[in-house]
């Protein structure tokens, strides 16, 4: 009788739970992205901002783009950026400060260099590679073809015999 109370607490503890996570779900949680008032005198140095900081990664953060990082580092290179831009700077330029700055990793999709030939190319490789290995799994578990046995009749004579003394018993 006393373990019914326990159960029933639990129970609406896990009722209680499951209300709240529903709860928090549906409602608008707010936006933590980092927002910088930055002044353009056109939309088309707004748009290569916008672009610039979405193709860019943040060294700090690591998988979040400048757009998304709040962080310092973050910050800072929104605002080189957009004072790049300002001073007229084309975006191959701004891309070789990066670039020189903090190498291959500011990009989220790095260019075609020696060093990152794997990096392109090794998710076909080993496509290509477990396609091959299945292939030989397959070609392998395929049973074999079935060659037709001729007897003569000697051989014949004698499965007969064995036969009959298969049905005897």
Not at 67 to 87: F, K, N, P, Q, W
Not at 109 to 121: D, G, I, K, Y
Not at 147 to 164: F, G, H, P, T
Request: proline share 4%.
């Amino acid at each position: 009788m006393r373990r019914l109370p326990v159960l029933l607490r639990l129970l609406c503890w896990s009722l209680l739970l499951a209300v709240g996570a529903a709860v928090t779900t549906v409602l608008p949680q707010p936006a933590v992205a980092a927002v910088d008032a930055f002044a353009f005198e056109t939309d088309e140095q707004q748009r290569r901002f916008r672009q610039m900081s979405d193709d860019f990664r943040c060294p700090m953060c690591q998988n979040t783009s400048l757009t998304g990082s709040s962080g310092g580092v973050a910050e800072d290179l929104r605002r080189e950026i957009y004072l790049m831009i300002m001073d007229g700077k084309t975006d191959y330029e701004i891309e070789q400060f990066m670039l020189e700055r903090y190498g291959d990793f500011i990009f989220y999709r790095p260019r075609l260099t020696l060093e990152t030939v794997l990096l392109w190319f090794g998710p076909l490789l080993f496509l290509v590679l477990g396609g091959w290995i299945i292939f030989g799994i397959i070609r392998r578990a395929q049973p074999l073809a079935q060659e037709q046995v001729a007897l003569n009749d000697e051989e014949q004579q004698r499965l007969k015999a064995l036969l009959d003394n298969v049905k005897r018993d």
